[in-house]
């Protein structure tokens, strides 16, 4: 072993920059070449350091996809309710979710197609991160829908099931939008239309 394999290694031990440079060269390589076809050798290339280094922190390539994507779902939903304001009318909240998550989904579009095309081939092993994710989302959405501004216009929240099937038709929506190569802003006004709906007055039966 070479002098700076032994050095690498030893400062793996002791911090978390080796970790995420193999989590963004795997974000880059899924840019490059989408999941499927990335290998370790890619990501290490990407992150420039080793083989070695990359299994000192993920035993598989496997592991370390999950990790990305559930840090990539943690920040989309920190980025949502960070752009909503609480105290505005509620189709106004609405549009501010729906356009944070555009912005958020325009910087990394391969990695939310990977999530939602490529995560789920893994069958078994992926369901937790799946779960956990929708779960984030649809939690959040709860949440949004409980604040002031939707308690001021007389709005109930709205269930998780329902936030659910919010959840799941953005996201193949997105993912239609990415595979046929349009604009990720084609998305709001359907996306904002149909939100409302869901989460806005119900008609009287």
């Known amino acids: 072993m070479t002098t700076t ?5 030893a400062a793996v031990g002791r911090n978390d920059d080796f970790r995420q440079r193999l989590l963004d060269g795997l974000a880059a390589s899924i ?9 370790v050798a890619d990501i290490v290339r990407y992150a420039r350091t080793s083989k070695r280094t990359f299994y000192s922190q993920f ?3 496997e592991d370390c996809f999950a990790e990305l994507l559930t840090a990539n779902n943690d920040e989309l ?8 304001d609480p105290g505005l ?32 081939a893994l069958g078994e092993y992926a369901r937790p991160t799946l779960r956990r994710g929708f779960a984030r989302l649809a939690t959040m959405i709860v949440d949004l829908s409980s604040n002031a501004g939707f308690q001021t216009a007389g709005l109930a929240p709205i269930s ?23 604009p990720i802003s084609d998305i709001i006004e359907p996306a904002l239309a149909v939100s409302v709906a869901i989460l806005g007055p119900k008609p009287p039966v």
Not at 77 to 84: K, L, P, W
Not at 173 to 179: G, N, R
């Open 5 to 9: 394999a032994v050095d690498e290694t």
């Open 31 to 39: 840019d490059e070449r989408g999941y499927r076809d990335t290998t």
């Open 59 to 61: 035993a598989t390539k």
């Open 77 to 84: 939903v920190a980025t949502i309710r960070d752009a909503v």
């Open 89 to 120: 009318p509620w189709p106004e909240q609405v549009r501010q979710a729906v356009v944070a998550y555009v912005h958020s989904i325009e910087e990394r579009p391969a990695i939310t197609l990977s999530w939602i095309r490529e995560l789920p």
């Open 160 to 182: 998780h099931a329902a936030a659910v099937i919010l959840v799941g038709g953005l996201r193949e929506l997105t993912a239609q939008t990415v595979e046929d190569g349009q």
